[in-house]
T-cell receptor, first 118, second 116 residues
Framework: GAVVSQHPSRVICKSGTSVKIECRSLDFQATTMFWYRQFPKQSLMLMATSNEGSKATYEQGVEKDKFLINHASLTLSTLTVTSAHPEDSSFYIC??????????????FGDGTRLSIL | GNSVTQMEGPVTLSEEAFLTINCTYTATGYPSLFWYVQYPGEGLQLLLKATKADDKGSNKGFEATYRKETTSFHLEKGSVQVSDSAVYFCALSASAGGTSYGKLTFGQGTILTVHP
């Protein structure tokens, strides 16, 4: 089945550091990728929708200058948390949709990245 | 807008007990419905799906039926195992058109713990 690889799985870094998270579709072309944030014991909050070759669409309340998203190819999207602070600590999850399939088909999720800012 | 409401957890059951996790939704058009499962420290895995009214999704002993008349997609399993302990999310994918096209709307998640 479709596989989405997310890397790294865990990051611990100092406040003020910028952190890049990669999301790759391994065996399909992902024209659309989604980035979510999940707080402990809570549901997933959609941060932005990333379309290959165009600017990401951010959800209301998400700072686009804080969370930079790049979707340069059909198999790779990156999320960069710029100048991260402790309040940015969270679990970030990406998902991807196979561009050849309709929206009745499921999104495929990465395993998530646990970001901890000290 | 679209929304998904799940029964609040946590749900604690003994092994081999019957499981029901309720899920109701509000959406325009004809959404597709999904159940995802999240094991500790991991991303989400698709458990089952249904794309139109009266469809029944099933996988690993879990079932859910798309009920348009009651806007529900309740998850059931006849006999749970300890390995089923996880967080379960009900979700819908909006139908064509509008800014919500293709996005998933999630319920709040239900924590299931199964004891031996």
């Amino acid at each position: 089945g479709a596989v989405v690889s997310q890397h790294p799985s865990r990051v611990i870094c100092k406040s003020g550091t910028s952190v890049k998270i990669e999301c790759r579709s391994l065996d399909f072309q992902a024209t659309t990728m989604f980035w979510y944030r999940q707080f402990p014991k809570q549901s997933l909050m959609l941060m932005a929708t990333s379309n290959e070759g165009s600017k990401a669409t951010y959800e209301q309340g998400v700072e686009k200058d804080k969370f930079l998203i790049n979707h340069a190819s059909l198999t790779l999207s990156t999320l960069t948390v710029t100048s991260a602070h402790p309040e940015d600590s969270s679990f970030y999850i990406c998902s991807a949709r196979d561009g050849r399939q309709g929206i009745d088909q499921p999104q495929h999720f990465g395993d998530g990245t646990r970001l901890s800012i000290l | 807008g679209n929304s998904v409401t799940q029964m609040e957890g946590p749900v604690t059951l003994s092994e081999e007990a019957f499981l029901t996790i309720n899920c109701t939704y509000t959406a325009t058009g004809y959404p597709s419905l999904f159940w995802y499962v999240q094991y500790p420290g991991e991303g989400l895995q698709l458990l089952l799906k249904a794309t139109k009214a009266d469809d029944k999704g099933s996988n690993k002993g879990f079932e859910a039926t798309y009920r348009k008349e009651t806007t529900s997609f309740h998850l059931e399993k006849g006999s749970v195992q300890v390995s089923d302990s996880a967080v379960y999310f009900c979700a819908l994918s909006a139908s064509a058109g509008g800014t919500s096209y293709g996005k998933l709307t999630f319920g709040q998640g239900t924590i299931l713990t199964v004891h031996p």
